[in-house]
């Protein structure tokens, strides 16, 4: 066995399908195709002189030997991510590439108002942006391919720090001609499962909305679900339902038609915690804390300018 003869990108690969375990997601988690990343790892566990990987036609799971070197390579991989941060950066500010991930239902309406004071108060830096669901994204912070995270407070890991940064109220979407927009006040008992309207599977705003279901008939969903908040705002247009939607998703929008409206519920707080979330032991810990200050600080500017 010559480990001479393995490079940093098969420790990517190594961990991307120690991570996922399945061949595709990993594959797209490092920008690869599936039967490049398949031929990466023959020739990984043809050095290492063991199979790393146990598969097969249902599930992919790492063998004994296996564990055990995927635990090095994360080592190695780790002291290799810094060696390259500290190059970019020269230890100064923060400054070289930043990538940061956020949820789904979060990224599109945040980041737009952060962008433009980010590039102005860190010139240096690079930001790069990933759009994801709270586990990948969760994963790829543990992994070492993001250095923070913007989710909601839904998740709770060992080696994971959860800054908080906001609260951010969720709001009543419905039809304008729907019955609850034509009451008075609307209250969480007026809130049935049965017409709710959520995200698909793997969202955490999916089980948000749905722990503010206590009434109706629990056995029954709608039977129409999402992908992005976008198409929920057109099917609560077209009549299927209603919806909680964050009230950073209805800043500066155009309804359609004024096919709908949004309102808080009266009698309780529906919200959601947003966090800010890095690796325990990331290297880039003094450029998180500046970060972390910067985005609470625009945060304040834009609640006062609402």
């Known amino acids: 066995m010559n480990v001479n003869w393995l490079t940093l990108r098969d420790f990517e690969a190594l961990l991307a399908v120690a991570d996922y375990l399945h061949f595709g997601k990993a594959a797209d988690a490092i920008h690869m195709t599936q039967p490049a990343l398949s031929r990466q790892i023959k020739k990984i566990e043809d050095i290492l002189g063991f199979p790393v990987f146990e598969r097969t036609k249902r599930s992919v799971e790492l063998t004994e030997s296996g564990r055990l070197a995927v635990t090095q390579v994360r080592k190695i991989w780790f002291e290799a991510q810094k060696l390259a941060e500290v190059t970019d950066r020269g230890l100064k500010n923060v400054s070289g590439s930043l990538r940061i991930g956020s949820i789904f239902t979060l990224g599109p309406y945040l980041i737009p108002h952060l962008l433009p004071s980010l590039r102005s108060r860190f010139p240096e830096a690079k930001f790069i942006f990933k759009e994801g669901k709270t586990p990948d994204l969760v994963r790829e912070l543990e992994r070492g391919t993001l250095d923070l995270v913007l989710a909601a407070d839904t998740f709770d890991r060992k080696g994971i ?114 966090v800010i979330a890095y690796a325990r032991k990331s290297h880039r810990a003094k450029e998180i804390d500046l970060l972390v200050r910067h985005f609470r600080d625009q945060l304040q500017t834009l609640a006062s300018a609402g």
């Open 161 to 274: 720090c959860r800054e908080p940064l906001f609260e951010e109220p969720l709001l009543l979407i419905s039809a304008i001609d729907h019955p609850l927009t034509k009451k008075q006040s609307v209250s969480i008992k007026d809130i049935r499962r049965e017409e709710m309207l959520v995200l698909e599977e793997g969202h955490c705003l999916k089980d948000q909305a749905l722990s503010f279901c206590k009434h109706g008939r629990s056995s029954e969903k709608n039977p129409y679900q999402a992908t992005s908040l976008e198409t929920i705002k057109h099917l609560v247009g077209a009549g299927l339902g209603y919806s909680l939607i964050p009230l950073l998703a209805t800043i500066n929008e155009k309804p359609t038609n004024q096919l709908y409206s949004y309102r808080e519920l009266d009698g309780v707080e529906a919200s959601r915690q947003i």
